[in-house]
């Protein structure tokens, strides 16, 4: 199994700590977060990951070069992540997609036991990693679930509609790589493709009728990395996050 790591973004959110690197490249216990992320997919068993670089991303390589798993890495530049989000760092790596992957955005930082799960879960041809808490703030990458089933995904669902939270950690078999690559093209081709989430590709399929399905985390220990709050907050939790 393979996995894509999305880690164009420079993290404005987090200055001045990302005056002069990305986000991923923030160090947690003497290691980037990016290498974590690397660290975490090889202990569950993948051969290989492509990671999408974009602000800076000779430094990102340089990170890269002292990988030294198991697991093969390589990277793809994706020249527009100024002006576009990361539906654009998707279609840039669409041609890794054949035979299914795993999605993980760079900024999202997962324990083992959640990756493990991820990569044994079976049940869907696309599953969404989500974890529920008891409310959800304009930031979070809100669901509405139907059972185990994805309905639909936004930051702006509203309460009535919400049931659980996006993670910002996919699983995709054959079927359901060649769906979202065919969505992600169709997508860019738009006006509106260009400042769009990749999530919005997977709300697209939920609403039109395709079984988009989940894989539930809660309880496990996962942080995103956006804000100055969630890096206090990761620095705090590291022992949970990081074995």
Known sequence: MKAIILSAGRGSRLLPLTET????????SGKSVLRHQLSALDKAGLDHATVVTGFLPDLVEEDIGKWD????????????????????????ARET?????LLLNGDTL????I???????????????VDRKEDYDADDMKVTL?????????KRLPPEQTNAESIG????????????????EEMLRTQEGISAWFLKAIDALAKSGETIGTCSIEGMSWSELDTLEDW???????????E
Not at 97 to 101: A, L, N, R, S, Y
Not at 115 to 129: G, P, Q
């Open 146 to 154: 139907d059972g185990e089933r994805l309905m639909a995904i936004g």
């Open 169 to 184: 950690f996919l699983k995709f078999d054959a079927d359901g790589a060649a769906l979202f690559r065919h969505t992600v």
């Open 110 to 113: 997962v324990s083992q036991p």
């Open 97 to 101: 997609m054949e035979g299914g992957f």
């Open 21 to 28: 690197k990305p986000k991923c490249l923030l160090e947690v």
């Open 115 to 129: 990756v493990d799960r991820v990569v044994a879960a079976d049940d869907w041809s696309v599953s969404v990693t």
């Open 232 to 242: 206090n907050r990761i620095k705090k939790i590291s022992a949970d996050l990081i």
């Open 69 to 92: 798993g198991r697991m093969s890495v390589s990277t793809l530049f994706n020249p527009f992540f100024q002006v576009a989000d990361n539906l654009a760092s998707c279609w840039m």
